[in-house]
């Protein structure tokens, strides 16, 4: 079975403009979660996707967005960038919502903002 | 509200002694704990789990956790260190189904020949 796959690996962005990562889940799993790591900060949670609704979200700016497609795939926006937004990006997927479920994750996006 | 706490930021361990990165935790309900590994440049991955049935998890390579409900604890052992375990490990909890999980700061192991 495929692991979580997230695209791209690397992306250089200047200040002000918008990325958008992906992440393509396990087979089967329908929750979808984004976390932010930094060396700073450590790992952030960011938000929750499950059957393409946002159940959970962390203490973000409104420039950071996401969204769930039917086929659990999920996608992440920040608008305007900042330099402090350099990070590692972390998708995880888990077969369903509930603390129970353990989460697999992908190798992350490593976003440098200049 | 549930929280983690990984009591040291860095371990150092010679290679075939003990590990012990240890981790408390505060929970209002019976808690999900976890353990993850993050190698350099790699994504997390699950060590092992803890939810609400034997106190002592055995994981992958080696590792176990007990999990300690008089002192609230979930820390993370293992016989003899090898050179591989060198990585950042992170105990994570959650509580329900509508919680957060909840992720310690981590904890980078050092492992020296």
């Known amino acids: 079975k495929a692991g979580v796959t997230q695209t791209p690996r690397y992306l250089i962005k200047t200040r002000g403009q918008q990325v958008t990562l992906s992440c393509s889940p396990i087979?089967?799993?329908?929750?979808v979660s984004w976390y932010q790591q930094t060396p700073g900060q450590g790992l952030q949670f960011l938000f929750e996707?499950?059957?393409?609704?946002?159940?959970n979200k962390g203490n973000f700016p409104g420039r950071f967005s996401g969204r769930q497609f039917s086929n659990s795939r999920s996608e992440m926006n920040v608008s305007t960038l900042e330099l402090g937004d350099s990070a590692l990006y972390l998708c995880a997927s888990s077969l369903s919502r509930g603390g129970i479920y353990e989460q697999y994750f992908g190798p992350g996006t490593r976003l440098t903002v200049t | 509200a549930q929280s983690v706490t990984q009591l040291d930021s860095h371990v150092s361990v010679s290679e075939g002694t003990p590990v012990l990165l240890r981790c408390n935790y505060s929970?209002?309900?019976?808690?999900?704990l976890f353990w993850y590994v993050q190698h350099p440049n790699k994504g997390l991955q699950l060590l092992l789990k803890y939810t609400s049935a034997a106190t002592l998890v055995k994981g992958i390579n080696g590792f176990e956790a007990e999990f300690k409900k008089s002192e609230t604890s979930f820390h993370l052992t293992k016989p003899s260190a090898h050179m591989s375990d060198a990585a950042e490990y992170f105990c994570v909890v959650s509580e329900g189904r509508d919680d957060k999980i909840i992720f310690g700061k981590g904890t980078r192991l050092h492992i020296l020949p």
């Open positions: 087979s089967g799993h329908r929750s």
């Open positions: 996707y499950f059957s393409e609704t946002q159940r």
């Open positions: 929970s209002s309900y019976s808690p999900s």
